[in-house]
């Protein structure tokens, strides 16, 4: 692998320049003289990783992995096995963690005959909501107030014809710089005074889309996901749908945090996450069985090395991600504080293929870009940056209290690529190509490799705030230059 490369980022305000071009361009990276694994040589382990191909069809053989059905539980069993056969005498623990749980024993959509209610009803393909209100027994039928896009303002502006109307909006893509998220748009239309809310993927022979509703057992509406087909229906001139859900929430319902702990030479840690749970509709694929399968592939090479290097590696494999991340927040918050303070970096692992292209959404931290950009160099891959906080998977919760973090996603700003497919049945392993995945987990691993061996110094400066973005990156630069004298 080439050891130099020009690498895409992004400054402060979101926007690409190159690293370059850069004024701030950073001199090669230098590990500690001591680190025991060549970058080159890790890399090289990772992307060849005889298991990463077979771990990933395993984790989809598994389903879709709904949290608190019997596919998540099988694949928490397999993934504790295979986080145990890591490094030997390194056992797996098991955090039982809370989440907001809940079942849906009904979800039916119709559409109504306009000029006869009493006429036999069109059955529409939906899905509802992860965690959505019930409606009452007998249903609920309604106006459909179909608003576009539906973002806030648009909701805003229609006023008092929100009010006890099934507002109809458009799923987004989600992973780029513009997106409107389908929870703001639910909270928009519940505070408008909507009766219950849809929101439709774009594109046809799909099927629905499925999400979170975050409601969490607090008070809410029904919502579902539709079918672009079932959407085309209820976009017609005076649409009214019936809508009926049967669900409830659950007290009490738990799931478990897997979690490997790797000592290092000093008290420290690097926290490699992943999420396992995902959706009913399709095998969670790329969202996340790829990322999951590349965490595993990477302390699986990096676990024989680990204890002579200056911090240690933790792998948390999450769940309850996909309900508004609701399995880390908690996870985090029962941490005692001593173990939290002892955390310098959550790199979270989701959604690694369905483009060749990787971006690290670094929450804020600019301290994480010359970090970033060093891996980029020693992988040869270019991995764009994206600085302001997305709050969509679990490195946000380790942001909110203060730990710099990232994610690594592929597609980021790429609405024509695979990953506008998550969420819906065709998140299957046919959209995954293995030379990507491999690429992208040997990519990560870089990252990965930076963080474990750099300096106490340049891991001090990663917290670095948004006003002192030249700084951070000049300070970076000069503990690198004195390594290498």
């Not at 079918?227 to 009490?252: F, M, N, Y």
């Not at 990953?419 to 691993?445: F, H, I, M």
């Not at 340049?458 to 973005?469: D, F, R, V």
């Not at 000049?474 to 004298?485: M, Y």
Request: glycine share 8%; charged share 15%; hydrophobic share 45%.
């Amino acid at each position: 692998m080439s050891t130099t490369s020009t690498t895409p980022t992004r400054d402060t305000s979101g926007s690409i320049r190159d690293a370059g071009a850069s004024a701030h361009a950073l001199p090669a990276w230098r590990a500690n003289a001591d680190t025991p694994l060549p970058l080159a040589d890790y890399l090289r382990a990772v992307q060849n990783d005889p298991a990463l191909w077979a771990d990933f069809n395993a984790l989809c053989d598994t389903g879709g992995r709904l949290a608190g059905t019997p596919s998540e539980a099988a694949a928490q069993a397999w993934c504790a096995s295979r986080l145990d056969a890591i490094l030997p005498g390194a056992a797996t623990r098991r955090d039982p963690t809370p989440y907001a749980g809940w079942v849906c024993h009904v979800a039916e959509v119709r559409a109504v005959n306009q000029h006869d209610a009493s006429s036999a009803s069109q059955p529409l393909v939906a899905t509802p909501l992860l965690g959505t209100a019930p409606t009452p027994a007998e249903g609920l039928t309604l106006a459909v107030l179909n608003l576009g896009r539906g973002t806030p303002e648009q909701i805003q502006a229609a006023g008092d014809a929100v009010r006890g109307k099934a507002v109809l909006v458009e799923h987004e893509y989600p992973f780029s710089t513009s997106t409107v998220h389908r929870r703001v748009k639910l909270a928009a239309a519940q505070a408008a005074g909507a009766a219950a809310f849809f929101v439709a993927h774009p594109e046809c022979n799909v099927g629905p889309v499925s999400g979170s509703s975050g409601r969490g057992g607090a008070p809410g509406i029904p919502a579902m996901g539709l079918s672009a087909e079932s959407a085309a229906v209820l976009k017609q001139p005076g649409a009214r749908v019936h809508v009926r859900i049967d669900a409830e929430d659950l007290t009490g319902a738990q799931t478990d945090v897997l979690v490997l702990d790797l000592p290092g030479a000093g008290p420290d840690r690097v926290v490699l996450s992943a999420h396992i749970d995902g959706h009913p509709l399709a095998e969670s694929a790329i969202d996340n069985g790829t990322g999951v399968a590349a965490a595993l592939a990477l302390a699986r090479q990096m676990a024989p090395h680990v204890a002579s290097l200056p911090r240690g590696l933790t792998v948390c494999i999450f769940s309850a991600e996909e309900w508004a991340l609701n399995g880390s927040r908690e996870w985090l918050a029962k941490l005692p504080a001593e173990e939290r303070d002892r955390i310098k970096l959550n790199v979270n692992l989701d959604s690694l293929a369905g483009s060749p292209n990787l971006t690290a959404l670094i929450s804020g931290f600019v301290g994480l870009a010359p970090l970033v950009d060093a891996a980029a160099s020693g992988a040869g891959r270019p991995i764009a940056q994206h600085l302001p906080l997305m709050s969509n998977s679990d490195h946000a919760n380790f942001a909110a209290v203060g730990i710099p973090a990232m994610r690594l996603i592929a597609g980021f700003n790429e609405p024509d690529s695979s990953l506008r497919l998550l969420l819906t049945p065709a998140d299957t392993r046919d959209l995954v190509d293995e030379s990507v995945l491999r690429k992208a987990t040997a990519t990560a691993g870089a990252v990965l490799w930076t963080a474990l061996t750099a300096s106490n110094e340049q891991i001090a400066m990663l917290s670095a705030p948004n006003n002192e973005h030249d700084g951070a990156i000049q300070a970076w630069a000069d503990v690198t230059r004195a390594a290498a004298t």
